[in-house]
């Protein structure tokens, strides 16, 4: 997908998360100064920020820096941490996931609308790569493209809570209830292969529907499979959908 679509992706889950996380440091502040029975006036004073900056930051419309944040709970006798917790996987891509998923994109059928980069915030947060979506059936499917798979568990574990994720998504307004599946691209090379034979019955039991029938859907309209994975074969400039699994692979046969 184009680099600047991504930039944006981010750049708005970025603003979201800022004013989320903005709003829950004023609500703390609040509540541990509340709880001390003390004013703004003291501890603003103690921290040694200015009172109006600090009522800002309890109401939640003004950032903190760090060493203020740490000011102020030093004077609200509280602890603070920034930390990077796991989430629901990396927004760094290969340089191949863009032309995988422009490939994919091309070969759809016209009932399936596709949106990319679609945030989702819970229960799990992170980024879709692609959501198709069959608006008359109100069927969406999560689709997560890799051109190679470094930890096997943690791809399948992302997967599964992001798509159990979509409702929380832009994407999904009011009406009946939405059925959400996933898909998984991948590029035939030696080390996708390798794992595809090593692990085949984890892999099946995640992605159990036939390769052919997922193809069939996405491009010719038929009954979506159910959860499967789709091969992508790259030569030099060349990239092709694979009618089917590679050779040596009886995943999704």
Known sequence: MPPLT??????????RRHRD???????????????AGATQAQVSGLAG?????????????????LETLIAISAALGADV??????????????????????????????????HVEVPVSRPARGVIDVVLERPAERLFIATEAYSEIRRLEQQVRWSAEKAASLDSSDLVGPGPAISVSRLLVLRSAAATRKLA?????????????????????????????????????????????????????RLGR
């Open 81 to 114: 941490s920034i930390r990077l917790y796991p989430g629901t996987g990396p927004r760094l891509t290969d340089r191949h996931q863009s032309r995988m998923v422009e490939t994919l994109l091309r070969s759809l059928g016209d009932d399936w609308r596709p």
């Open 21 to 35: 996380t903005v709003r829950a440091i004023g609500r703390d502040a609040l509540r541990l100064r509340t709880d």
């Open 6 to 15: 991504r930039r944006l992706g981010i750049d708005r889950e970025v603003k």
């Open 49 to 65: 920020i200015d009172r109006s900056h600090y009522s800002r930051i309890e109401a939640g419309t003004a950032t903190a820096s």
């Open 197 to 249: 034979r090593d692990f085949e019955a984890t892999l099946r039991a995640a992605y159990p529907a036939r390769t052919d029938r997922v193809i069939a859907s996405l491009r010719e309209g038929a009954a979506w499979p159910g959860p499967g994975i789709v091969w992508i074969r790259i030569e030099g400039e060349h990239v092709e959908i694979m009618d089917g699994p590679p050779r040596g692979v």
